[in-house]
Nanobody, 121 residues
Framework: QVQLVESGGGLVQAGGSLRLSCVASGSIFSVSSMAWYRQAPGKERELVATTTHAYNTQYLDSVKGRFTISRDRAKNTGYLQMNSLRPEDTAVYYC???????????????WGRGTQVTVSP
């Protein structure tokens, strides 16, 4: 079994920064990709940023230039550096990873339980 645990959320003023972490643990052969999603109250979950095995990255338009996704493969850990935060970034942020538990099985997608990010005006 694989677990994803996010951390680093909190309350910050507009213009501030936070760094989210996502640690994957358990029976892991490899992590193909990692992504961050967020869900604000009353809204659907949306993809914020993703990074693939080849370190290609993609971002939600509204966070481009402010957020940076990265990975530490050796630690099976992903990060989301969030700068110049805005009140509209307030949401629960979820980590998502495509993980292979053995060399011969296809990757499965796992989710963390989320971490709250609140940006005050």
């Amino acid at each position: 079994q694989v677990q994803l645990v996010e951390s680093g959320g909190g309350l910050v003023q507009a213009g501030g920064s936070l760094r989210l972490s996502c640690v994957a643990s358990g029976s892991i052969f490899s992590v193909s990709s990692m992504a961050w999603y967020r869900q604000a109250p009353g809204k659907e979950r949306e993809l914020v940023a993703t990074t693939t095995h080849a370190y290609n990255t993609q971002y939600l338009d509204s966070v481009k230039g402010r957020f940076t996704i990265s990975r530490d493969r050796a630690k099976n850990t992903g990060y989301l550096q969030m700068n110049s935060l805005r009140p509209e970034d307030t949401a629960v942020y979820y980590c998502n990873a495509a993980v292979r538990t053995t060399a011969w099985e296809a990757a499965r997608v796992y989710w963390g339980r989320g971490t709250q990010v609140t940006v005050s005006p």
